[in-house]
């Protein structure tokens, strides 16, 4: 199966980045001597669409920031934005922080540049004078909805073509998945926050 982001239409390292078995760039770390190679094979081929959708996002999430002329972060604040304004949730800078895990400082600046670009607007918050909230604003959020949000909704399609038996399936291996690759089995992602940590207050 080819990657989509291969640069040629016969580039065999790009279409066997999540093979596994003999051969494969992951059989040095995992030991899949009772797994048969028909269910390596399958296994290939399902890690291969996933690469796939991944490449997909990433070049949909490219467009997305081409097209609104907005950073990975900048994009991400407007759709929580978005998505808030749509449930009738209110929005405080600190609330974007918690969602982008990134500082105050941060965040004002974010803001600060949004605002400038007339993205959002910041209004008084109505039970706490001394916060803001924040609100996008129309002219964005319908340009994003009519753009990006048109061609991400077409995923409601392929989940919509599954049977239920289909969706519980492919829920419980997202799910599965996400467990295993999830930073708590990574030790050494959590030694190098740490050192990360130390340097900014060092």
Do not use: C
Request: positive net charge; without cysteine.
């Amino acid at each position: 199966m080819k990657q989509l982001g291969s640069g040629t239409n016969n580039d065999r390292i790009a279409e066997n980045l999540y093979v596994v078995g003999k051969g494969a760039g992951t059989s040095d770390v995992l030991e899949i001597s009772d797994v048969t190679p028909q269910d390596q094979k399958e296994i290939s081929l399902l890690m291969n669409a996933l690469a796939n959708l991944r490449e997909a996002e990433l070049r949909l999430s490219e467009a997305s920031r081409r097209f609104m002329k907005l950073n990975d972060q900048d994009m991400r604040a407007l759709h929580y934005l978005i998505v808030a304004k749509r449930q009738g949730e209110i929005v405080t800078p600190g609330m974007i922080a918690n969602h982008l895990r990134i500082s105050a400082a941060s965040t004002t600046k974010l803001l600060n540049r949004l605002e400038r670009d007339h993205h959002i607007f910041r209004l008084v918050h109505p039970t706490d004078r001394r916060a803001f909230r924040i609100e996008v604003t129309e002219d964005t959020q319908r340009a994003a909805k009519q753009t990006v949000g048109k061609l991400q909704a077409r995923r409601f399609h392929a989940a919509a073509r599954l049977t239920s038996a289909e969706r519980a399936t492919v829920t419980r291996f997202i799910q599965d998945m996400t467990e295993e690759i999830s930073l708590k089995n990574a030790p050494w992602a959590n030694v190098s926050a740490r050192g990360e940590g130390r340097t900014r207050t060092g």
